[in-house]
Every structure is written in structure tokens, then in C-alpha cells.
């Protein structure tokens, strides 16, 4: 993974030396809250209900355990000993001090790590595949790009005060794990046909209030065009992009505005007159940054077909975990491990300190010391050996961290919600629990299938709720929670927005609504298909009638 | 409000009338867009510098060609969070070549000067109660960037690669 | 009841009937009436602008069991701690 040279070491040091100083003048009272609340943002730090929050970025989703680690040190010196993984790859922590916040981001940078542009209205987080650079089914490793744009990002000073904020998603596989149709830009690896690596440019995806799939603005880019490119999509958002109303500021606003013909036109325009000046990335660049996403010293193994098949027919549990959390990698011998954070009953995405130094200590043993965080809310070791998966599943098993749900129903993502968060109108980690208490047989997850559910407690949708294959959002009625359902969103490279079911559920009606739609979905099915496929094909219909019944329900 | 040009407290030798109903007879003066179009040939025979002020929703692109005109481009901060101005600082310098004084006005503030000297700004009407001492923090904040714009320091990518 | 955030560490604090704040609703001063509400108020942007805490607010309390407690479930969950992970509201 990435090391930092002396030039990235020395800026993220003057950075902490800048907001101890930004920190220092507001407690002194030389900022107001109005003129701080930026600076303190693009250092990752929210005022929420209980106390601030920091997000701290794990860069395209890449972790060492030393990180690792230090993320376990700060909950348990800074905070109450867990840590929240989310849907853009980052960590969060609930009661941080302001007044310890230098001091907490100098013990990040001292391994690496940061939390700057983590929010605020700038480039955040450069998201991508968790299984990147593993993948079988994987064009190219899409991490060198990431870093590349991460470090043309960061405290860019043209664009660290756009109208709102900007996320950035590459995927270097057609099966898209990153979600990039939903960010406000959107990377696709593809061939040329010289068969050259290039990217399908997206603009003007995102979900919130007004969700958008992305649309392509560009067929193929070459890589050495990257930055240019993008920096011509940003300066035309950064000029045209709507600030008289923070709904409405967003890039895929104005894209879908003017339309994206128009947008085009003017992207490049802008680029006609910077492609070939001092953004090109040089390929010495390319190869330096490459040089730290080389793959670790693999042995030369074969696969461990006979082993696992053996382990497998003698154990019932660990051939469940295999099937469904066991990832194929692209060399032999060699596997992807899911570790769930998506035990019944517990907050998606939460894990303790404790655990934190656990997995941190099975990623040195079993996974030459990385780990890779999803954006859906679970851990990742990519490296680890075929023989050695029943050790490993034994003591993932003994944490609490292999429930073999991965991508099944129980596998919620959910955002923090009104327990935590100051923009919410709803809890949505008690709906989770309710959810995963209400689907604990693991056959049956198995023969409901491939099923993602999404739980957001405000429009803001850091749920992704839009695009799950249920979508739960938590609305405020008259002071009461209430949970809307849409069906039938996705993620992928077939990205599709959800249909809203019906009128808001009350909290103690939606794990039998659930249920209801999942029964409905087992005797309409052909073939196995999944449900987001048997929804595609009957529509919403049947699913509505089965959970409001011939009349809808007055909420 | 305290003026700072090249690095020092300056005095403005500018009168800014882009607000005003009356532009004053004589002397170097700063005006709004919509008074050069008004009045473009009356300013051009006063013989003193001209200024153009831009709204934060006015981009440099339709006066480009007048910029040989101007002395001084003025752009607006109306809030320090309109970043819109670092885009038309920067399309000034380096797509027009604007080489005249380029400064920033509105609210101004120490945590934006970094931003606003890295993308052409030399001049500010600084929102401080020190602004030198202000000047030179924010000047001290960073001995290493990564974005090339206009203001000619190498990036980290440059410097690795030996300081070309 | 007045209720804010303190600025250096950001833990939710009361009005107590000192004017200082207090990290426990039960300290915390119960306001009747508008005009009372209103000076307490002032009270409280004064402390704002002094660096003190950010953003105090008004809030609705009713006693329940002889404790005061928020009528809006938000202003309960940043009094009592988060719903879920309930062995996290004490340090």
C-alpha cells in the first residue's frame, strides 16, 4: 500500500500544525462558530448530538494493521472504545474533545493517516472496490488513480469551497462493488480497442434529497488525462454549481439542469485548453505510486480444492461461512475473506477496540498485515490462504466476526441515525437490530439469496437507502418514526433508484413487513432468481398488496 | 479595512465606485462591469488606471478581452464559502494572463489566504486585526503543496522528481 | 430547559440555576414561562459569544418520575446517550 514520501509526511504534519492553530483561535474566541465550521469540516470534525464526531479517511478503503491499530488506540484513549465504519469507506467516532483533536490527528498522521477533507464542501474520500488489485474479475488495480487523485485533492485551493460537497468512486472491475453510479463522479475501468486502460467518465450521480444515476460524460479517458479532466468537471461545477440553496447545490443538480450534452460542452471547452499542460500525470508517476500496489510475496500454491471440500462436508457452519463470506482471488491458492461486522442484533459497521487489535493481529497472520474496510460496512482480509481459511474462520468465529450473511439479508447497511447523528429524523440501528434479530436462520438467508437492505435515518440518505434492494428511510411524523420502504434500488453496474412501497410504517411494523415481501418474493420467484430480478420483472404490485393489503393503510 | 499588496500594508491608490451612482471625475478608479459597458469609451480617455470589480456570479470569461484595460481586477468573497472567485483568479492569471494587481475583497479572512495567493491573488483587503502579522502566518502554513496552478512553486510531484 | 453543546469538548450541558452549565439534565434549570425563557436565553448567546458553548437552544422538559426529561426523543437521546449501545453512556 501507498507510503508516504518526505513531501506527503511534511504536509499532513503542517496540516495538524495549521488546525491546532485554527482550534486554538476559535477556543480564543478570534473565529466564530460561523467561520470555523469549514475548517474544522475539512478536518473530518462534526458537532453531533453527544459531542463531536471525527471521521477519519481510509483512502480507497486500504488499511495496514499498524493503522488499524491506532484506530483501536484512539477509541480507547479518545473515545468509548468502538469505532463506526460507513458507507465511504471512513471511520467515525462519536465523543471527541475539539480541544484533543490536534493532538488526535498528529497520532494519525504518525502512521499515515488522515482525516482532512473527510467532510466539508471539497473533494472527499476517493472510494473504490474493496476487493481491488484481488479481484479475478478485475481489469486493473483502480488504487493508483485513487492516490493519484487523492493527493491532487487534498487542499486544492480552487476547489476546497464548492457549492457542496463531492465524492469521488473508481472501479477497475465491470462488476461494480464501488457504487460509482452514484457518486458526483464516477470512474469505470475499460479497454481500448488497443487495449489500452481508460476510464468511462460518470457525472452527477448521488443520492440525498434528489437522487441521480450518473450519466457518462466521457467514453474513455486516457489515465494521463485524469486530473485535467477532472479538474475541467470541477472548475465548471465550482463556477455554475447553485449556492443559493444547499438542496440544491450539488453537482447532479445542474448536470441534470442543463442536461449532460451541455455539461459536456463546457467541460470541454475548459479541457481543450488544459489537457496538455502541467496536469498530465507522467507515467514515471504512475509507476512510482504503482510500485507501492505491488501484490505481497505470494507462495506458489495451488488451490486447496481437496482440503476445503473435506472441511467442508465435516462442518456445517464453517461450509456456510465459505460459501457466502469466501471470496475468489486471482491467485491460486489464495482467497478473499468477508469479516462481518454484521453480527445479529449489532449496530452495522460498529466494532470495539478490542476487535479492532484482533483483527488487526489475524491481518499480520493470515493476511500479510492489510486490511480493506467496504463501503458496506464490513472488513476485508484479501490475501489469505485457501489451507489456512478453517483457522481462521475459527477465530474470526470466537470474535463474534464471521456471520456468514455476506451480501444475504442480515447484511444491512445502515447509517448511524438519530442515536448518534444531530441531521436525522429517525433512529435506524434499532430497525437494523430488529431486522437481523427477525432473520438469524441461516438456511433461510441462504435460500432467500442475494438481498441488500439499506437504512437511512434522514434524506441525506448516508444509508444509500435508495439503493438497496429494500430501501428503509426513517421520516419524523408528528414526533413519531416512521419507516418508508422503496424496492427494487441498486448499486451496480446496472444501477437502478428504488420505488417507493407505500405510506410510512410505524418501527414495530417494518421487521413483519419485511418478512412479508421476502414471502411474497418466494413464491413469485423463477429459477432462483433474486429478488431484485423477480421485482424487475412483476413490479411493485404484489409486493404492496402483501404488506398494505387491498386498502392502504392510513399512517 | 486594511490593504495588503506584494506582502505589505499599502495604501489603495484606487477609489471604488463599482457601487456607487456618480463616478468621480478623475483619478484611478475601480468600476462594476455593467458601468465599463455603460461608459467604457468616457473611462478610457481619463488616462488613470482602471479597476474592474466582479460580483461573485460574474466570470472574467465575457470581459477577457478588455482585460489589457484594467490595471486592477478586484473579485468578491461575499462569504468566505463562496469559493467561486478562486476559479476566475485562476482562469484570470493563467488562461488570460492577466498580470495587473488581481485582489480579493469582501470577507477576507487569515484561513483563505493560502487558497487565494496559490490561486493569483497579490492583494487583499485583509478582515483582521493584524492583518500583516495574518499575511504571514497564512504564508508559513505550507512548504508543500500538490496542485500546480499559476503561482510557479513546484508541487511534491515536481519535486521528487528533482525540483523541475 | 436551556441545552448546548460546550465548545472545547462538546458535551451536552444544561443551564443550571447558577447560569453555569451542567452536564446533567437533572442540574439543569427549569424555565417557566416566556419572558424567563427569553433572558435565559440571552443569557446563553452571551456564553456563546464568550467562547463557552455553541448553540444553545430552548427545549421542551416534562417530569417523569420526579426527573425532568426532553418531550422530543432527539433532545433525550443527546440527554441520556444513544438508544442502542446502552453500556456507552457512562465513560
Partial sequence: MYRYDEFDARFVNERVAQFRRQVKRRLAGELTEDQFRPLRLMNGLYLQLHAYMLRVNVPYGTLSSKQMRKFAHIARTYDRNFGHFTTRQNIQYNWIKL??????????????????????????????????????????????????????????????????????????????????????????????????????????????????????????????????????????????????????????????????????????????????????????????????????????????????????????????????????????????????????????????????????????????????????????????????????????????????NLGLLSDIICCPGLDFCSLANARSIPIAQDISQAFTDLDELQKIGQFTINISGCMNACGHHHVGHIGILGVDKRGEEFFQLTLGGSSDQHASLGDRLGPGLPQADVPAAIRKIVDTYLVIRQHNERFLDTYRRVGIEPFKGAVYGSETQAA | MALIKDGKLATDAFVDASAATEIPAAGPVIVSVEQWQAQRAALLTRGTPLGLRLRSDQSPEPIAADLPHFALVALEFPKFRDGRAYSYARLLRERYQFNGELRAVGEVLLEQLFFMLRTGFDAFELQSADPLRDYRTALGDFSVWYQPTGDGRPTAMQLRRGGR | MIIANRLADGVVVFLDPGEKWDPSIDSGQLIDGDTEAERLLAVAKRHEAECRVVDPTLIEVEIQNGQPRPTAMREAIRAFGPTVRTDLTEV
Fill in chain 1, 99 to 404: 480541544e484533543e483533536t490536534p493532538d488526535i490527528l498528529q497520532h494519525l498522521a504518525d502512521v499515515e493517516v488522515t482525516a482532512i477533507q473527510s467532510s466539508g464542501n471539497c473533494v472527499r474520500n476517493i472510494t473504490a472496490d474493496q476487493y481491488a488489485g484481488r479481484a479475478k474479475d478485475e481489469l486493473a488495480d483502480p488504487r493508483v488513480y485513487c492516490e493519484v487523485l487523492r493527493q491532487y485533492s487534498f487542499l486544492h485551493p480552487e476547489f476546497s469551497y464548492l457549492p457542496r460537497k463531492f465524492k469521488i468512486a473508481v472501479t477497475g472491475s465491470p462488476n461494480d462493488r464501488a457504487a460509482v453510479a452514484v457518486h458526483d463522479i464516477g470512474l469505470r475501468m475499460h479497454k481500448n480497442q488497443q487495449g489500452e486502460i481508460g476510464f468511462e467518465v460518470l457525472v452527477g450521480g448521488g443520492l440525498g434529497r434528489t437522487p441521480y444515476i450518473g450519466q457518462t460524460i466521457r467514453k474513455w479517458l486516457a489515465p494521463e488525462h485524469l486530473l485535467s479532466y477532472v479538474e475541467a468537471i470541477l472548475r465548471v461545477y465550482n463556477m455554475l454549481g447553485r449556492r443559493d440553496n444547499i438542496h440544491k447545490a450539488r453537482i447532479k443538480i445542474i448536470v441534470n439542469q442543463m442536461g449532460i450534452d451541455k455539461y459536456r460542452e463546457l467541460v470541454d471547452k475548459e479541457w481543450e485548453a488544459t489537457k496538455d499542460g502541467a496536469l498530465k500525470v507522467p507515467e514515471e508517476e504512475i509507476r512510482r505510486i504503482n510500485a507501492y500496489f505491488a501484490p505481497p510475496q505470494y507462495e506458489r500454491l495451488g488451490d486447496a480444492t481437496d482440503l476445503l471440500q473435506r472441511q467442508r462436508a465435516a462442518d456445517r457452519a464453517f461450509d456456510r461461512w465459505a460459501r457466502g463470506n469466501v471470496v475468489e482471488h486471482k491467485v491460486p491458492g489464495y482467497a478473499i475473506v468477508n469479516v462481518s461486522l454484521k453480527a445479529p442484533g449489532k449496530a452495522p459497521g460498529d466494532i470495539t477496540a478490542d476487535k479492532m487489535d484482533a483483527v488487526a493481529d489475524l491481518a499480520d497472520r493470515y493476511s500479510f498485515g492489510e486490511i480493506r474496510v467496504s463501503h458496506r460496512q464490513n472488513l476485508v482480509l484479501v490475501d489469505v490462504k485457501q489451507a489456512d481459511l478453517h483457522a481462521l474462520w475459527r477465530e474470526l468465529t470466537a470474535l463474534e466476526l464471521a456471520t456468514p
